[in-house]
């Protein structure tokens, strides 16, 4: 399968240099990422205390964030939900696992995508792209999107109601808005994941529904438990009556 790299997405990196953070504790790899990075024109910087993986993306503030598994002191899973406390930052994950269970407990803990190892470049590069397409094509929106009284807020990827916010990450960012335009009309799962994953034929099944998953858990604890619905073989809604209850 070909994989291919938009280079017109690339001039705009070489303008505003978007910048990625690369968790990776083997030397030779982290290297290697990092020279074909930066051929493509990202501002890089590999992580040197894994004792304070957060600390480091908090300083560096990068755009995406390349996140190995398999760490000294704690692994990434630990480190991607250190992060996702105060950041939205994409994470891409990197590991030599490659079971579904790994990449489906990757997305619970917060990530974005995964890729295994031995890293396929232009699987990786192509990744990256789609995941810097998601998460800033909407910096620029202004409009604001109200269904029964909850509001979304592209421009902070944020859901807000009844006085309280909850933060979002690109993706979720992507499945709501598509769910506010429909109005309480369902939209097929096949609509959402064309969408969100711009038609990425290697995205994993359980994607969407782990996404939708993280998605209820926000909703809950703004007291909109239900605020999903969803009906078998024709997709997902939203659901009016979850904010009267």
């Known amino acids: 399968m070909v994989y291919l790299l938009n280079q017109d997405v690339r001039k705009g990196a070489v303008e505003m240099a978007e910048k990625i953070f690369v968790v990776e504790d083997d030397p030779v790899i982290a290297a290697g990422l990092e020279r074909e990075l930066t051929k493509w ?8 205390n894994f004792e304070a993986i957060d600390q480091e993306c908090h300083r560096f503030a990068p755009h995406l964030v390349l ?3 398999n760490l000294p002191s704690y692994d990434g899973y630990y480190w991607c939900q250190m992060i996702r406390k105060d950041s939205d930052v994409p994470i891409l994950f990197l590991s030599a696992r490659d079971t579904s269970m790994d990449q489906v407990m ?4 917060g990530g974005d995508d995964y890729v295994t190892k031995p890293v396929d470049l232009p699987l990786l590069l192509a990744k990256i792209q789609a995941l810097l397409r998601r998460a800033y094509r909407y910096s620029s929106a202004s409009e604001t999107f109200i269904f029964a009284g909850v509001q979304l807020d592209p421009t902070k990827a944020r859901l807000i109601y009844q006085g309280q916010a909850s933060d979002l990450t690109a993706t979720e960012l992507l ?3 598509q769910l506010f335009q429909a109005q309480g ?3 097929s799962r096949e609509s959402l ?3 969100c994953w711009l038609g990425e034929n290697y995205i994993d099944d359980n994607t969407l529904a782990v996404n939708i998953s993280r998605l209820r858990k926000k909703l809950a604890k703004l007291g909109l438990e239900d605020f999903i619905k969803t009906k078998k073989r024709v997709g997902y809604a939203l659901n009016e009556e979850a904010s009267k209850k």
């Not at 024109?41 to 040197?48: D, I, K, L, T």
């Not at 990757?106 to 803990?109: D, E, K, R």
């Open 193 to 195: 994941m064309e969408e």
């Open 175 to 177: 499945i709501l808005k």
């Open 67 to 69: 996140l190995d598994l």
């Open 185 to 187: 009309d369902y939209v």
């Open 41 to 48: 024109h990202y501002q890089v910087q590999r992580a040197e």
């Open 106 to 109: 990757a997305m619970q803990v």
